[in-house]
C-alpha cells in the first residue's frame, strides 16, 4: 500500500513537473537584455518601460527620428532613478509617431 | 435577483396594509450575506488590455464575488441600521494548457487523481481583494408581519490589495479608502425555521461607489475599482 502510494505521488511530481512546455508569451529575464522591434516606415521613435501598475518607470529611447526596418535596444533593469526595478513583470511600448506599435512583456526575476 | 425581490415585496403586501401599524418592536439580527458585485475596475481592465497588447489573454473575471456578517437593528419604526464586515474577490488569470499527452500519461500515472485538476495550469495569476467595513441606515418604506421594505445608504471603508503572481514573481499592492454604498432591501419580519433555527431571509440590491487608490510611489494612481451594482442574499438569526 505505501509503495503504490509512493509510486503515485512521485509519477504525479515527475509528470508535472514535464507538463508545461513553459513557451510563455513573455521572456523571463534575471540581467540586462537586448529587445529588437521592427518600424513599418520611418517616424519618431519612444519606448518606455512600464510595471504592472502600467506607470512608467523608464524611458528607454526618447523622440528619436528613426529608418524603417529592424531596430534594437536594451535594457538595464534598472529605473529612472539607477535603482535595479523589484522581481515582477513589466512591459516595454514600442511607439511610432505617438501610435502604439508593440508591447513586450517581461517577468523580470532575481 | 430584483424579480426576487419583487416578488417578496407583493407577497408581503397586503399583511403590509393591514398590519403596518402595529408590528414593530424592537429588535436585532445578524448572520452571514452572501454577495456577488459588478465592479468597475477601470484600470484593471486597461491592464487586461495591455497584456492582451503583449499576446497575454488574461481572463478577467466580470463578478465579484464575496460575504459578509452583517448586523441589522431596528431602533425605530421607520429607521434601521446595518453594520457589517465583507469581503469581495474578483479574479482575473492567464492559463496555460498542460501538453495533452503529458495531462492523460499523469491521469494514468496517479490513478485518476490527475484528472481532478484540470488541463490547464495558472501562469499568471491576478487576485484584487476588498475587504469592507459598512455603516448604513435605512429608511423603513414599508413593514408587515411577513416583510419590510426599505431604502438606505451610509458610508464605506475598504482595505484593498492587489496581488499579482508570474511563474517567478509576485507583487502585492495595498490601499484603502472611503466609499458611499446606497440601496435597497426587502426583510423577511417572520422567522422560517430551518431545522431548529429561525432563520430571517433578506435580499439587498444597490449600488456602491468605492474607488481605492493603491498606495506606494511604484502603483502611481493605480485604483481598485470597486464601484458598481451589489446583489446581496443575507440569511439572519433574529432576536
Given at each position: 500500500?505505501?509503495?503504490a502510494?509512493?509510486?503515485?505521488?512521485?509519477?504525479?511530481?515527475?509528470?508535472?513537473?514535464?507538463?508545461?512546455?513553459?513557451?510563455?508569451p513573455?521572456?523571463?529575464?534575471?540581467?540586462?537584455?537586448?529587445?529588437?522591434?521592427?518600424?513599418?516606415?520611418?517616424?519618431?521613435?519612444?519606448?518606455?518601460?512600464?510595471?504592472c501598475?502600467?506607470?512608467?518607470?523608464?524611458?528607454?529611447?526618447?523622440?528619436?527620428?528613426?529608418?524603417?526596418?529592424?531596430?534594437?535596444?536594451?535594457?538595464?533593469?534598472?529605473?529612472t532613478?539607477?535603482?535595479?526595478?523589484?522581481?515582477?513583470?513589466?512591459?516595454?511600448?514600442?511607439?511610432i509617431?505617438?501610435?502604439?506599435?508593440?508591447?513586450?512583456?517581461?517577468?523580470?526575476?532575481? | 435577483?430584483?424579480?426576487?425581490?419583487l416578488?417578496?415585496?407583493?407577497?408581503?403586501?397586503?399583511?403590509?396594509?393591514?398590519?403596518?401599524?402595529?408590528?414593530?418592536?424592537?429588535?436585532?439580527?445578524?448572520?452571514?450575506?452572501?454577495?456577488?458585485?459588478?465592479?468597475?475596475?477601470?484600470?484593471?481592465?486597461?491592464?487586461?488590455?495591455?497584456?492582451?497588447?503583449?499576446?497575454?489573454?488574461?481572463?478577467?473575471?466580470?463578478?465579484?464575488?464575496?460575504?459578509?456578517?452583517?448586523?441589522?437593528?431596528?431602533?425605530?419604526?421607520?429607521?434601521?441600521?446595518?453594520?457589517?464586515?465583507?469581503?469581495?474577490?474578483?479574479?482575473?488569470?492567464?492559463?496555460?494548457?498542460?501538453?495533452?499527452?503529458?495531462?492523460?500519461?499523469?491521469?494514468?500515472?496517479?490513478?485518476?487523481?490527475?484528472?481532478?485538476?484540470?488541463?490547464?495550469?495558472?501562469?499568471?495569476?491576478?487576485?484584487?481583494?476588498?475587504?469592507?467595513?459598512?455603516?448604513?441606515?435605512?429608511?423603513?418604506?414599508?413593514?408587515?408581519?411577513?416583510?419590510?421594505?426599505?431604502?438606505?445608504?451610509?458610508?464605506?471603508?475598504?482595505?484593498?490589495?492587489?496581488?499579482?503572481?508570474?511563474?517567478?514573481?509576485?507583487?502585492?499592492?495595498?490601499?484603502?479608502?472611503?466609499?458611499?454604498?446606497?440601496?435597497?432591501?426587502?426583510?423577511?419580519?417572520?422567522?422560517?425555521?430551518?431545522?431548529?433555527?429561525?432563520?430571517?431571509?433578506?435580499?439587498?440590491?444597490?449600488?456602491?461607489?468605492?474607488?481605492?487608490?493603491?498606495?506606494?510611489?511604484?502603483?502611481?494612481g493605480?485604483?481598485?475599482?470597486?464601484?458598481?451594482?451589489?446583489?446581496?442574499?443575507?440569511?439572519?438569526?433574529?432576536?
Open positions: 500500500m505505501k509503495s502510494l509512493l509510486f503515485v505521488v512521485t509519477a504525479g511530481i515527475l509528470v508535472l513537473s514535464g507538463c508545461t512546455d513553459a513557451t510563455f513573455f521572456e523571463q529575464v534575471t540581467s540586462g537584455f537586448d529587445f529588437s522591434y521592427n518600424l513599418p516606415e520611418a517616424g519618431v521613435v519612444d519606448i518606455t518601460v512600464l510595471n501598475y502600467m506607470s512608467s518607470i523608464r524611458t528607454l529611447v526618447s523622440s528619436e527620428q528613426q529608418g524603417s526596418g529592424q531596430h534594437s535596444s536594451s535594457w538595464d533593469l534598472m529605473d532613478d539607477e535603482e535595479r526595478v523589484e522581481n515582477g513583470l513589466y512591459y516595454i511600448r514600442v511607439k509617431d505617438d501610435l502604439l506599435l508593440e508591447t513586450k512583456m517581461y517577468e523580470v526575476s532575481s | 435577483m430584483i424579480a426576487l425581490m416578488l417578496l415585496c407583493a407577497l408581503g403586501q397586503p399583511e403590509i396594509q393591514e398590519e403596518e401599524h402595529d408590528t414593530f418592536s424592537p429588535g436585532f439580527r445578524f448572520g452571514p450575506c452572501f454577495i456577488a458585485s459588478f465592479p468597475s475596475m477601470q484600470d484593471e481592465k486597461d491592464f487586461a488590455g495591455m497584456n492582451s497588447e503583449a499576446g497575454l489573454e488574461l481572463d478577467l473575471g466580470t463578478v465579484a464575488w464575496g460575504g459578509s456578517i452583517e448586523f441589522l437593528g431596528d431602533i425605530g419604526r421607520k429607521v434601521r441600521v446595518r453594520g457589517s464586515v465583507g469581503v469581495l474577490r474578483l479574479h482575473g488569470a492567464y492559463e496555460d494548457e498542460y501538453d495533452p499527452l503529458s495531462y492523460i500519461l499523469l491521469g494514468i500515472c496517479t490513478g485518476g487523481i490527475g484528472f481532478l485538476f484540470g488541463p490547464e495550469e495558472e501562469v499568471v495569476d491576478l487576485d484584487d481583494q476588498a475587504l469592507s467595513i459598512e455603516a448604513q441606515a435605512y429608511y423603513v418604506l414599508t413593514r408587515g408581519s411577513s416583510v419590510s421594505l426599505s431604502i438606505g445608504a451610509g458610508p464605506v471603508y475598504t482595505s484593498v490589495r492587489r496581488q499579482l503572481d508570474s511563474p517567478n514573481t509576485s507583487t502585492l499592492g495595498k490601499g484603502s479608502g472611503l466609499g458611499l454604498v446606497t440601496s435597497i432591501r426587502v426583510d423577511q419580519e417572520s422567522s422560517t425555521t430551518l431545522g431548529c433555527i429561525p432563520l430571517k431571509f433578506a435580499l439587498e440590491a444597490g449600488y456602491r461607489f468605492n474607488s481605492v487608490t493603491l498606495d506606494g510611489e511604484e502603483a502611481d493605480f485604483t481598485l475599482d470597486f464601484s458598481g451594482p451589489v446583489l446581496k442574499v443575507g440569511s439572519y438569526l433574529g432576536f
